[in-house]
């Protein structure tokens, strides 16, 4: 399948609902629970309406209508996160007083990295998603390196929706020197291919019923039954 290929590069699990005024009350006790569930996690930036505890891969936002989980250590599926996020989801509900969900999702982007920006866009280009068109257009270079597509293929109903995207793109790092060590300076960057797969339900789905370590299995084994279904493509190795 097309996504052996790629490796997991980010995953964000986010939650919508109705006004938690207790949030108010109760932002140090979930602050204080939080780094008990995530370790080596710490305070980056607590405001009224929402909070932002960070570690080296993962970031817990706890809000007054939304929260967010995001993992950036290639992560995500994996059993110990699974467990992580629920129990994440249980403390939310419990100090939040979270009797529904209005909007539940989850967003895994996966990548594949190329020697350039214009050998990733080849790579997207040569799976035929859609209609390149033949010689010079709008007098722009046929061969510039940022020819490329970017593709979004949306699903959605009334109740649940899947949104892929599909696209090559260039990653920059710059840290500037310290005025102490002007020679220290590094520029970095990365090209790579995406599929970034976001799905998700609508509407209410009340919290006591709502089970997140079935429904992350759910996710990822539709995922990987489906996802060839849309990108019916073999990538190279």
Known sequence: MILDAFKLNAFTIQITYPDAF?????????????????????????????QILRSSSVAITTGLR???????????FDQATV????????LW??????????????????????????????EVLSWNLCRWPVGKVFEQPEDAEANGIDLLFRLEDANSFTHVRVGAEEVKIE????????????????????????????????????RISE??????????????KLLPVEVRR
């Open 93 to 122: 509900r419990a100090e939040l007083s979270i009797e529904k969900f209005t909007r539940i999702s989850c967003r895994a982007k996966y990548v594949k990295e190329f020697p350039t920006k214009k050998a990733a866009n080849a």
């Open 22 to 50: 207790e949030l108010w009350d109760q932002a140090g006790s979930i602050a204080r629970q939080l780094t008990r569930i995530w370790p080596d996690l710490s305070l980056e930036e607590g405001l009224a309406n929402e």
């Open 215 to 228: 429904w992350l299995k759910g996710y990822h084994h539709v995922l990987r039954r489906d996802i060839d």
């Open 175 to 210: 840290l500037m020197p310290h005025p102490e060590f002007p020679d220290i300076e590094v520029h970095k960057q990365k090209s790579r291919v995406y599929v970034d797969v976001d799905r998700g339900l609508l509407g209410s789905v009340r919290g006591d019923d709502f």
């Open 66 to 76: 939304v929260s967010t989980i995001a993992l950036s250590d290639g992560k995500g």
């Open 83 to 90: 467990d992580k996020a629920a129990n994440t989801l249980a």
